[in-house]
Protein backbone atom coordinates (compact mmCIF):
# COMPACT_ATOMS: atom_id res chain seq x y z
CA UNK A 1 0.00 0.00 0.00
CA UNK A 2 0.92 3.78 -1.02
CA UNK A 3 2.83 5.30 2.07
CA UNK A 4 1.96 9.37 1.74
CA UNK A 5 1.85 12.59 3.59
CA UNK A 6 -0.81 14.56 2.71
CA UNK A 7 -0.74 18.51 2.77
CA UNK A 8 -3.17 19.98 4.92
CA UNK A 9 -4.33 22.16 2.38
CA UNK A 10 -5.53 19.01 0.54
CA UNK A 11 -6.67 17.38 3.65
CA UNK A 12 -9.21 20.12 4.01
CA UNK A 13 -10.34 20.48 0.00
CA UNK A 14 -10.67 16.23 0.79
CA UNK A 15 -13.18 16.57 3.61
CA UNK A 16 -16.34 18.02 2.19
CA UNK A 17 -18.97 15.58 0.49
CA UNK A 18 -19.42 18.36 -2.45
CA UNK A 19 -15.35 19.06 -3.24
CA UNK A 20 -14.01 17.90 -6.51
CA UNK A 21 -11.19 16.43 -4.39
CA UNK A 22 -13.06 14.21 -2.32
CA UNK A 23 -11.97 10.96 -4.08
CA UNK A 24 -9.38 11.58 -2.13
CA UNK A 25 -10.60 11.84 1.47
CA UNK A 26 -12.78 9.04 0.31
CA UNK A 27 -9.57 6.98 -1.49
CA UNK A 28 -8.56 7.27 2.41
CA UNK A 29 -11.27 5.86 4.36
CA UNK A 30 -11.31 3.15 1.66
CA UNK A 31 -7.52 2.44 2.79
CA UNK A 32 -6.02 2.53 -0.80
CA UNK A 33 -3.37 4.28 1.09
CA UNK A 34 -1.59 4.93 4.28
CA UNK A 35 -1.46 8.17 5.34
CA UNK A 36 1.26 9.47 7.20
CA UNK A 37 1.21 11.75 9.95
CA UNK A 38 2.88 13.28 13.32
CA UNK A 39 1.24 14.53 16.02
CA UNK A 40 2.68 18.13 14.70
CA UNK A 41 0.89 17.28 11.81
CA UNK A 42 -2.49 16.04 13.29
CA UNK A 43 -2.74 19.11 15.54
CA UNK A 44 -2.08 21.56 12.32
CA UNK A 45 -4.65 19.18 10.80
CA UNK A 46 -7.29 19.72 13.51
CA UNK A 47 -6.82 23.62 14.06
CA UNK A 48 -7.05 23.84 10.27
CA UNK A 49 -9.91 21.99 9.94
CA UNK A 50 -11.68 23.45 12.71
CA UNK A 51 -11.12 26.96 11.89
CA UNK A 52 -12.10 26.63 7.74
CA UNK A 53 -14.60 24.25 8.02
CA UNK A 54 -16.41 24.86 11.75
CA UNK A 55 -16.29 22.04 15.10
CA UNK A 56 -18.69 19.56 13.57
CA UNK A 57 -16.40 18.45 10.67
CA UNK A 58 -13.45 18.69 13.40
CA UNK A 59 -14.87 16.61 15.38
CA UNK A 60 -16.05 14.20 12.54
CA UNK A 61 -12.55 14.03 10.77
CA UNK A 62 -10.50 13.70 13.34
CA UNK A 63 -12.24 10.89 14.79
CA UNK A 64 -12.51 9.84 11.45
CA UNK A 65 -8.53 10.22 10.93
CA UNK A 66 -7.90 8.69 14.68
CA UNK A 67 -9.83 5.17 13.67
CA UNK A 68 -8.23 4.23 10.72
CA UNK A 69 -5.82 1.87 10.78
CA UNK A 70 -3.86 2.66 7.85
CA UNK A 71 -3.01 6.01 9.52
CA UNK A 72 0.62 5.46 10.17
CA UNK A 73 1.66 7.64 13.14
CA UNK A 74 5.45 8.35 12.57
CA UNK A 75 7.85 9.77 14.98
CA UNK A 76 10.89 11.62 13.23
CA UNK A 77 13.84 11.27 14.70
CA UNK A 78 15.87 13.98 12.73
CA UNK A 79 14.85 17.45 11.84
CA UNK A 80 16.31 17.97 8.37
CA UNK A 81 15.45 21.85 8.03
CA UNK A 82 14.97 21.37 4.00
CA UNK A 83 12.75 23.82 3.57
CA UNK A 84 12.17 27.70 4.55
CA UNK A 85 9.42 27.44 6.33
CA UNK A 86 9.44 25.18 9.50
CA UNK A 87 5.37 24.79 9.28
CA UNK A 88 6.40 22.50 5.98
CA UNK A 89 9.50 21.16 7.38
CA UNK A 90 6.91 18.79 9.43
CA UNK A 91 5.68 17.33 6.47
CA UNK A 92 8.91 16.55 4.67
CA UNK A 93 10.52 14.89 8.38
CA UNK A 94 7.60 12.77 8.55
CA UNK A 95 8.01 11.74 4.67
CA UNK A 96 11.67 11.01 5.08
CA UNK A 97 11.34 9.15 8.06
CA UNK A 98 8.04 6.98 7.10
CA UNK A 99 9.87 6.56 3.64
CA UNK A 100 7.01 7.64 2.43
CA UNK A 101 5.98 7.63 -1.80
CA UNK A 102 5.39 11.43 -1.94
CA UNK A 103 3.90 14.26 -0.34
CA UNK A 104 0.87 15.48 -1.89
CA UNK A 105 0.70 19.25 -1.68
CA UNK A 106 -0.26 22.24 -4.38
CA UNK A 107 1.88 24.21 -2.03
CA UNK A 108 5.00 26.23 -4.10
CA UNK A 109 6.94 26.10 -0.61
CA UNK A 110 7.40 22.22 -1.42
CA UNK A 111 9.39 23.31 -4.83
CA UNK A 112 12.39 23.27 -3.80
CA UNK A 113 12.94 19.40 -2.81
CA UNK A 114 13.12 18.91 -6.67
CA UNK A 115 16.51 20.18 -6.33
CA UNK A 116 17.72 18.20 -3.40
CA UNK A 117 19.08 14.62 -3.88
CA UNK A 118 19.28 13.90 -0.52
CA UNK A 119 16.97 12.90 1.14
CA UNK A 120 14.99 12.54 -1.37
CA UNK A 121 11.75 13.87 -1.53
CA UNK A 122 8.99 13.58 -4.00
CA UNK A 123 6.21 16.04 -4.26
CA UNK A 124 3.02 15.84 -6.26
CA UNK A 125 -0.05 17.64 -7.09
CA UNK A 126 -3.48 15.91 -6.65
CA UNK A 127 -3.55 15.06 -10.48
CA UNK A 128 -0.20 13.40 -9.95
CA UNK A 129 -1.24 11.41 -7.02
CA UNK A 130 -4.24 10.33 -8.50
CA UNK A 131 -2.09 8.89 -11.13
CA UNK A 132 -0.09 7.19 -8.65
CA UNK A 133 -3.09 5.60 -6.80
CA UNK A 134 -4.57 4.44 -9.74
CA UNK A 135 -1.36 2.91 -11.61
Not at 2 to 16: A, F, G, M, Q
Not at 34 to 46: A, F, M, N, P
Not at 76 to 82: G, K, T
Request: hydrophobic content about 45%; aromatic content about 10%.
Amino acid sequence: MLKIVLDTNVLLVSISPRSRYRWIFDALLDKRFTLCVTTEILLEYGEIVARHIGDQYFYETMMALENLSNLKRITPRFRFNLLADPDDNKFVDCAIAANAVCIVSHDRDFLPLREIEFPKVAVVNTAGFKVLLNG
